[in-house]
T-cell receptor, first 112, second 114 residues
Framework: EAGVTQFPSHSVIEKGQTVTLRCDPI?????LYWYRRVMGKEIKFLLH????????ESGMPNNRFLAERTGGTYSTLKVQPAELEDSGVYFC??????????FGSGTRLTVV | AQSVTQLGSHVSVSEGALVLLRCNYS??????LFWYVQYPNQGLQLLLK??????LVKGINGFEAEFKKSETSFHLTKPSAHMSDAAEYFC????????????FGTGTRLKVLA
């Protein structure tokens, strides 16, 4: 089966610009998660979708971050406007059964 | 609240030597436990997990981990390191219900010396 696909794999943007990250989960996986690793720190939870609904968005840093999941399929994570501290690796994961994630390769975001 | 502590952000071992990566967790109830590996320029790959049952869990690439409830630990071991094991390793926990969101440790970068 195809894995979790994230793109772009790398993005370099200037402070104040907007960036949109995309995640295509494994087909049929209702659960979709976003995580972020900033500057060599721990990987932190951002939010969880069940189909198109946000189940838990307690990890979203602030209102500059907006996540959507259209029709319960792919998801986007928009950062607007980007700040330097948003640099890091953004991981997406999907699962059908509880606690059995498949992670994507991540998007490395650099804000300069 | 749950938390995960990985002792040693960097560990070096000689090729053929024992690999021991430490993970301790804090949780009011026993959680699900995971070890993930990230090779350079790749995503997170599941090495092994403990949910229920046998406390000694075997994973891919010869790795295993033992859940010790009394010590709140889930250390990762491999009897003999290979050069290809050089990577970053992450311990994670999740609750056994609800959103199953993971709490990760800060990671341990393993270096294997020839």
């Amino acid at each position: 089966e195809a894995g979790v696909t994230q793109f772009p794999s790398h993005s370099v943007i200037e402070k104040g610009q907007t960036v949109t990250l995309r995640c295509d989960p494994i087909s049929g996986h209702d659960n979709l998660y976003w995580y972020r690793r900033v500057m060599g720190k721990e990987i932190k939870f951002l939010l969880h979708f069940v189909k198109e609904s946000k189940q838990d968005e307690s990890g979203m840093p602030n209102n500059r971050f907006l996540a959507e999941r259209t029709g319960g399929t792919y998801s986007t994570l928009k950062v607007q406007p980007a700040e330097l501290e948003d640099s890091g690796v953004y991981f997406c994961a999907s699962s059908q059964t509880p606690a059995r994630y498949t992670f994507g390769s991540g998007t490395r975001l650099t804000v300069v | 609240a749950q938390s995960v502590t990985q002792l040693g952000s960097h560990v070096s071992v000689s090729e053929g030597a024992l690999v021991l990566l430490r993970c301790n967790y804090s949780s009011s109830v026993p959680p699900y436990l995971f070890w993930y590996v990230q090779y350079p320029n790749q995503g997170l790959q599941l090495l092994l997990k403990y949910t229920t049952g046998a406390t000694l869990v075997k994973g891919i690439n010869g790795f295993e981990a033992e859940f010790k409830k009394s010590e709140t630990s889930f250390h990762l071991t491999k009897p003999s390191a290979h050069m290809s094991d050089a990577a970053e390793y992450f311990c994670a926990v999740s609750p056994t219900s609800g959103t199953y969101k993971y709490i990760f440790g800060t990671g341990t970068r393993l270096k294997v010396l020839a």
